[in-house]
C-alpha cells in the first residue's frame, strides 16, 4: 500500500510541474475539446502539438464507444481504435514518448457518459495492454471526468487513473493527489461572450478560483468558454492551464505567435 500511495504522489508531482504559472504559453496548454468531433479524430490535435484531447465514451456491451450521444454510436468508432492504438503507435514510434520531445505529456481526457460502476471496469479492461505508455511508467496521462466515482473511491482504482476535479469539493490530500486537473463550466462565473470587456465582477471570481486550485498544486481548464481570440487572450491573462476550443489550427496559430 505505501508502494502505491507513493507512485501516485509521484506520478502527481510529475504532472503539476509543467501547469502554465510560469507565464509561458505553448501549445502545450491547449486542449481538443470534444475532439472526436473534428474531420481528422486525434491526429489534428496531436500534429499541432496540443497538450490535451477529450473523448466522450458510452458502454455498449463491454465495447467503449466515442461519440457525444447515445445515438451517434457507430461500430468503427471506439476508445481504442480512436485514441488508444494511434497514442500507442506514436509511443513506441518515438522510443517511449507520445511526442519525440521526450518532455512533453498528453492527457487523454476520458468523459464518462454512461455510469461509472460499470464503465470504470471496461475502462480498465481496455486500458491494461496500454499500461506502459499511462503515468507513471509512460507519459500519456488518463484523466476521468463525467459519470466520476466519487473522490472516496478513488484509491480503488489502478494508479494509472487519475479523475477530473471541481473547485467547490473538498478533497483529502490523498484524493488531491489523482486529480489530473480541476474543470468547472465558465458559465458559473461570467456569461461574457467576448464582446467587449469582461465585467470587473466576474474578471474577480474567476481569478478567485484559478489561484485556489494553483494554490492545490493542480492544473485548471474551463468548458463552455468563448472560443475565439480574444477569449483565448482572457484565458492567458487569467493564467488558465488549458485553454478549451474546438478550433484547433486557430489556437495553435494564436499560440504560436505568442
Known sequence: M?????TVVIASVLVTSA???????????????????QENPFFEAYNHGFGSVEADV????DTLYVAHDAHEIAKSRTLESLYLKPLLEKFEKNGGSVYADKSRRMVLLIDLKTGYELTMPALIRTLEPYRKMLLPEGNV???ISGNTPPPAQFSM???YL??????????TPEQLNRLGMISQSFTKYSR???DGAIAPGDSVKLEAVIQQVHRQGKRIRFWATPDH??????????????INTDHIQPLSAFIQKL
Request: hydrophobic share 40%; charged share 20%.
Open 2 to 6: 505505501k508502494r502505491f500511495i507513493c
Open 19 to 37: 501547469v502554465a504559472q510560469n507565464g509561458r504559453y505553448t501549445v502545450a496548454n491547449a486542449h481538443s475539446h470534444n475532439d472526436y468531433e
Open 58 to 61: 458510452h458502454l455498449v456491451s
Open 141 to 143: 496521462q488518463v484523466v
Open 157 to 159: 482504482y489502478p494508479a
Open 162 to 171: 487519475f479523475f477530473d476535479g471541481r473547485p467547490d469539493i473538498p478533497y
Open 192 to 194: 461574457w461572450k467576448g
Open 229 to 242: 481570440e480574444t477569449a483565448w487572450q482572457l484565458m492567458i491573462r487569467l493564467k488558465v492551464d488549458f
